[in-house]
C-alpha cells in the first residue's frame, strides 16, 4: 500500500514537461540548462531556473545523471511470451550497454501488477530511461506514465509508434507483403494466416501485408484460412490445428511469427503432412527457433538483436542531450526474406468435387 501511496505522489509532483510547458521551451531545452550546456542562451536559461522555482521542480534520475556525471541506468521492462525473441533481444541490448559504458537493468513486467506501481518501482531503481519492447510498446497507459514521470523511453517494434516517442521498427506491412508474394508466386493460391496478439500493432500490419498481397493477385481473403494466434507455441498448435482440420485445406501456412510456425510444422507432422511437399509453411523473425526445428523455417529475418542495439543507442542520445532536434527518432531497419526448406511449390492435387 505504501507504494500506491508514492506513485501517487509522484504522479502529483511536476514533472520535467511540465517545467518546459511554465518557461515555453522544449523538454530538451530544460534537460540542457539541467545538463549545465552552454549552447541554451542566457535568457532561455534564466527562464527555465524561474520556471523550476516556481513549481519546485525537483529533476528526475535521468536529469540527475546528466547534471552530476552519475552512472546512466536505463531499464529494458519485458513481457513476451516468446524466449527465442526474448533472448535475441537481451544480447542485443546487453552488447549495445556495454559499448555505451550505461548499466542495463532488466525487469519483468507480471500481468497483475499496476502501471503506477511499476512506473515508482523504476523511480526507486533511479532508471533514467526504458527500453520497450512488444507488447509493452504498445501500452499507451504506460507510456503516458512513464512520460508524466519524466523517464524518457523507446518503444520497440510498434506498428504505431506517436510522433513524441522514440522508436526502433521494420515495416512489417511490407515484410507481410513480400512473404505472402514470395508464396503466390511459388504457386499457391490458398494460403493459411495465423495471426499475432491482437494487442501489439505490429500483428495487424502484417495481417495488412497478407491482405493486400492477395488482393493484387486477386486472390480473395477466405474466413476460414484465417486463424487467431498469441505469438505463443501453444497458440499456433491451436491456430494450425483449426485451418488443418478444414476440409480443403491450405497448401501453404504463413504463420506471424516463428513460434507459431513451429507449432503448424508439429501439427502437419502429427497429421502425416509432409512439409513442405504437402504443406509450406513460414514464418516471421527469424529468431534461433527457425533453425532448430525440421525443416528449417523459410521466415522474415526481423533484425531483432539490431533492433535492440538502436533502441540503447537512441535512449541514450536522448538522455545524454546529444540530439540536434527535439523531434523524436523514429528508425526503421531493413528486414530480408530468408528462404530454407520449409517452402516449396504446391503438389497437384485433384480440387473438391472433381474426378
Same mark, same amino acid.
Given at each position: 500500500? %505504501?507504494?500506491?501511496?508514492? %506513485? ?21 531545452? $530544460? ?5 549545465? @550546456?552552454?549552447?541554451?542562451?542566457? !535568457? ?6 524561474? /520556471? ?8 528526475? !534520475? !535521468? /536529469? ?5 556525471? @552519475? @552512472? ?14 526474448? &533472448? ?34 523504476? +523511480? ?6 526504458? =527500453?520497450?519492447?512488444?507488447?509493452? *510498446? ?24 506517436? %510522433? ?5 521498427? #521494420? ?19 490458398? #494460403? ?28 480473395? $481473403? +477466405?474466413?476460414?484460412?484465417?486463424? +487467431? ?13 483449426? =485451418?488443418? &482440420?478444414? #476440409? ?17 510444422? /508439429? =501439427? ?12 509450406? $509453411? *513460414? ?9 532448430? #526445428? ?7 529475418? +526481423?533484425? =531483432?538483436?539490431?533492433? !535492440? ?14 540530439? &540536434? ?31
Amino acid at each position: 500500500m %505504501s507504494d500506491v501511496r508514492s %506513485s501517487r505522489r509522484q504522479r502529483n509532483a511536476p514533472t520535467i514537461n511540465d517545467v518546459a510547458r511554465h518557461a515555453g521551451v522544449s523538454p530538451m531545452t $530544460v534537460s540542457r540548462v539541467i545538463n549545465g @550546456e552552454q549552447v541554451v542562451r542566457a !535568457a532561455t536559461r534564466e527562464k527555465v531556473e524561474a /520556471a523550476i522555482a516556481a513549481l519546485n521542480y525537483a529533476p528526475s !534520475a !535521468a /536529469a540527475r545523471t546528466l547534471a552530476g556525471g @552519475e @552512472e546512466t541506468r536505463i531499464g529494458l521492462l519485458y513481457s513476451n511470451p516468446s524466449s527465442s525473441y526474448l &533472448s535475441e533481444f537481451l544480447v542485443g541490448s546487453l552488447d549495445q550497454a556495454t559499448r555505451s559504458s550505461v548499466d542495463l537493468v532488466v525487469e519483468k513486467w507480471d500481468d497483475d501488477t499496476s502501471v503506477e506501481a511499476v512506473v515508482a518501482h523504476l +523511480q526507486r531503481g533511479r532508471i533514467d530511461g526504458v =527500453i520497450l519492447p512488444p507488447p509493452l *510498446c504498445d501500452l499507451p497507459e504506460l507510456v503516458e506514465a512513464l512520460d508524466r514521470a519524466g523517464i524518457p523511453a523507446v518503444a520497440v517494434a510498434t506498428g504505431r509508434a506517436p %510522433s513524441d516517442l522514440a522508436a526502433v521498427s #521494420i515495416d512489417d506491412r511490407h515484410a507481410a507483403y513480400e512473404m505472402t508474394r514470395h508464396l503466390i508466386a511459388l504457386g499457391h493460391d490458398r #494460403i493459411g494466416f495465423i495471426k499475432g496478439n491482437p494487442n501489439q500493432s505490429a500483428s495487424a500490419k502484417r495481417f495488412e501485408g497478407y491482405v493486400a498481397a492477395l488482393g493484387e493477385a486477386g486472390l480473395p $481473403v +477466405q474466413d476460414e484460412l484465417i486463424a +487467431q494466434g498469441f505469438f505463443t507455441y501453444r497458440s499456433g498448435l491451436d491456430a494450425a490445428e483449426q =485451418i488443418l &482440420s478444414l #476440409i480443403d485445406p491450405p497448401t501453404a501456412i504463413f504463420a506471424s511469427n516463428d513460434d507459431m510456425a513451429a507449432a503448424t510444422v /508439429a =501439427i502437419a507432422h502429427r497429421t502425416g503432412l509432409d512439409v513442405p511437399g504437402d504443406l509450406t $509453411v *513460414c514464418g516471421f523473425d527469424d529468431t534461433s527457433l527457425a533453425t532448430t #526445428i525440421w525443416p528449417e523455417l523459410t521466415t522474415i529475418r +526481423q533484425p =531483432i538483436s539490431a533492433m !535492440a542495439r538502436a533502441a540503447v543507442e537512441v535512449l541514450v542520445r536522448q538522455l545524454k542531450g546529444r540530439r &540536434s532536434s527535439d523531434a523524436a527518432e523514429h528508425l526503421v531497419l531493413d528486414y530480408e526474406l530468408i528462404r530454407r526448406q520449409s517452402d516449396a511449390a504446391p503438389r497437384m492435387r485433384p480440387r473438391l468435387g472433381g474426378r
